[in-house]
């Protein structure tokens, strides 16, 4: 029934999963042409890539045909006008589908490019201006229709036991993007969490088990002591997002990268930091791999696990550019 009901709400709303292979071959491409790094719409996407409508019918529910995996992406659009104008969704969606061992020919389900958009970036197109209703760059009024009723059952997707969503929260910092196909862009840096459909999809897959990746987000707590670090979302096994108060240089998104001592190691990707295990007793951030409380380190605290602990991270005493109060404060478990 839960199968019938996700092939229902597919074939009824026209809903287009796009193939793995394809976004295998858009970063491919914009590798070489960094035009090429913007996702297409919906329309622009051609039919090989995809399956929709009625082909989709009996691909999970006939028990005589075991089906494609169905992947469904929950991402934070990092601009207004487009959910990727840097391609670093693209860049990290490919390497996540790899990790989940899909095959090219494995389906996803991608907002952007599975249901009909509006071009924003056609020349003809200006915000508060009419075009004519059957522009190219519009929506025809069947296309409108089945978006708003699509968006209206998609909790359908999200709380399904075939799909496996891929929880994406990392919001990137796209400021050097000004402009996509001329058009300038305006970056939106919403917390994950805090937006409503990504909320809902999330709950949704939590709830009902649905996750495939390992990324989650995590509520860090807040205390009176402005110098504690903490780990405030943990956004994947591969990407964690720090905030600490008053030394802003250690803030940011630190990206995991080979091991270190037993444990993987993470790089800061806008700065000089990393973050690191040493002697399988403390974890550490500093701007020299390896170093440890004797040496040039930031932040530290004591744990044993084998990925940086969801805690409040305690700041070393130390004549760091940034700070203004060198105190350290006792670190605080989150709860």
């Known amino acids: 029934k839960n199968r019938k009901a996700l092939e229902d709400f597919l074939v009824r709303h026209d809903i287009a999963l796009i193939k793995v292979a394809f976004f295998k071959e858009q970063l491919h491409r914009s590798k070489e042409d960094e035009s090429k790094k913007l996702l297409p719409?919906?329309?622009d996407?051609?039919?090989?890539?995809?399956?929709?409508?009625t082909q989709l019918r009996g691909m999970w529910?006939?028990?005589?045909?075991?089906?494609?995996?169905?992947?469904?992406v929950s991402h934070a659009w990092l601009s207004v006008?487009?959910?990727d104008p840097s391609g670093l969704r693209l860049e990290a969606l490919v390497e996540e589908l790899g990790w989940l061992h899909a095959s090219d020919d494995d389906l996803v389900f991608f907002d952007y490019c599975s249901l009909f958009q509006t071009?924003?970036?056609h020349a003809d197109y200006?915000?508060?201006?009419?075009?004519?209703p059957d522009h190219e760059a519009l929506r025809t009024g069947k296309q409108t229709m089945l978006y708003q009723t699509a968006m209206r059952y998609m909790d359908v997707l999200f709380s399904n036991s075939v799909a496996q969503v891929i929880v994406m929260p990392e919001i990137y910092d796209i400021r050097k993007v000004k402009k996509a196909k001329g058009k300038p862009i305006t970056q939106n840096r919403?917390?994950?969490?805090?937006?409503g459909w990504c909320g809902l999809e999330f709950s949704l897959a939590s709830q009902h088990q649905c996750v495939a990746s390992k990324a989650r987000a995590l509520y860090g707590k807040r205390t009176n002591n402005e110098d504690d670090l903490t780990v405030m979302v943990q956004v994947d096994y591969k990407e964690i997002l720090v905030t600490v108060a008053n030394v802003g240089s250690l803030n940011g998104n630190y990206k995991q990268r080979k091991e270190f001592a037993g444990a993987p190691y993470f790089e800061q990707l806008d700065g000089p930091n990393f973050m690191y295990r040493k002697e399988e007793e403390r974890w550490f951030i500093g701007p020299e791999l390896g170093a440890d409380a004797t040496g040039n380190v930031w932040a530290e605290i004591d744990s044993q696990e084998p990925e940086p602990p969801e805690a409040f991270w305690k700041v070393r005493v130390c004549p760091h550019p940034d700070c203004q109060l060198w105190a350290m404060r006792p670190g605080t478990q989150v709860a």
Do not use: C, V
């Open 41 to 43: 719409r919906r329309q």
């Open 45 to 53: 996407i051609p039919h090989y890539h995809m399956m929709h409508g």
């Open 61 to 72: 529910s006939d028990s005589l045909n075991s089906g494609k995996a169905l992947f469904a």
């Open 81 to 83: 006008e487009h959910p």
């Open 119 to 121: 071009d924003i970036f």
């Open 126 to 132: 200006r915000e508060g201006e009419e075009l004519a």
């Open 190 to 195: 919403t917390r994950y969490i805090e937006r």
